[in-house]
C-alpha cells in the first residue's frame, strides 16, 4: 500500500513538471514564430522595392505599377538605392492615370498627373529610356472619347 501512495503522490509532480515544460516550451514556440513573421515583413518590404526594378528591367509595367502602389497603400519606409524604380513606377503610373482622366475629359486631374509625371522624370536618372519606353506605349493605346 505505502508503494501505492507513493506512485500516486509522484504522478503529479510529475505531470506538473511535464505541464511547466510545455508551457515553456510553447512560449519559446511563440516568440522563434513572433520572430520569423517580423523577419519576413522585413524581406517583404525589401522585395517590393527590388520586384518594382525587376518590372520595370522586364518591361511589365503594370506589375511595376501594382507593385508601386502597393508601396504607397501600405506606407512602407523607402529604400534609397531603388529611388529611380520607385519614381520610374510613379511616373508610369501618373502616365496610365493621365490617359484615362484626358479620355474622361478632366482637365484638372490631368494637369494634377502631368505635374506629377513631371516631377518624377525629374528623379529617374538613368531609367529615362523607360520613360520613353512607356510614353511610346501611351502614344499607341487607342484614344478613347
Known sequence: MNKNNAAREKAPVAARVLNVV?????????????????QLKKVYDRDS?????YYSQ????????????????DAAPFESKYEEEYEAAAYADAAFQKRYFE???DE??????????????????????????IDRIMSELPKHK
Not at 490631368?110 to 520613353?132: C, I, N, Q, S
Open 22 to 38: 510545455i508551457a515553456v516550451l510553447l512560449v519559446a514556440a511563440a516568440i522563434v514564430c513572433a520572430r520569423m513573421i517580423s
Open 58 to 73: 522586364q518591361g511589365d509595367y503594370a506589375r511595376m505599377i501594382y507593385e508601386y502602389r502597393r508601396r504607397n497603400y
Open 108 to 133: 484638372a486631374r490631368t494637369a494634377e498627373l502631368a505635374r506629377r509625371m513631371e516631377e518624377a522624370r525629374a528623379k529617374v536618372g538613368d531609367l529615362t529610356p523607360l520613360l520613353a519606353d
Open 49 to 53: 522595392y527590388a520586384s518594382i526594378d
Open 103 to 105: 479620355a474622361a475629359g
